[in-house]
């Protein structure tokens, strides 16, 4: 199994930045991908920006290009989001999850942690 631990989030104004983490334990030596995802209240979870373990090649979505940046510690087994210029609708709890093998679904996630960004 393999343990997620997010932090970082909290409160911040429009315009402001949070950077969260997750550190992932157990049986990390499969990682082959760490990503973050998201969802507001009443909304479906949403993809956010993914890196590749082994050649940090990364993904975002578009709502955040430009804004937010993924990267990975791979001695620390860490994943980070460097959230900027953060808006409301950046509002949700985000989560990390890890991919294990050559597989395209998700296979642990973290508990979540909240991101409000006021006006």
């Known amino acids: 199994q393999v343990q997620l631990v997010e932090s970082g989030g909290g409160l911040v104004q429009a315009g402001g930045s949070l950077r969260l983490s997750c550190a992932a334990s157990?049986?990390?030596?499969?990682?082959?991908?760490m990503g973050w995802f998201r969802q507001a209240p009443g909304k479906e979870r949403e993809f956010v920006a993914r890196?590749?373990?082994?050649?940090?090649?990364?993904a975002y979505a578009d709502s955040v290009k430009g804004r937010f940046t993924i990267s990975r510690d791979n001695v620390k087994n860490t994943v980070y989001l460097q959230m900027n210029s953060l808006k409301p609708e950046d509002t949700a709890v985000y989560y990390c999850?890890?991919?294990?093998?050559?597989?395209?679904?998700?296979?642990?996630w973290g508990q979540g942690t909240q991101v409000t960004v006021s006006s």
């Open positions: 999850a890890v991919r294990l093998g050559p597989t395209l679904k998700y296979d642990y």
């Open positions: 890196i590749s373990w082994s050649n940090g090649i990364t």
């Open positions: 157990g049986r990390t030596s499969a990682t082959s991908a």
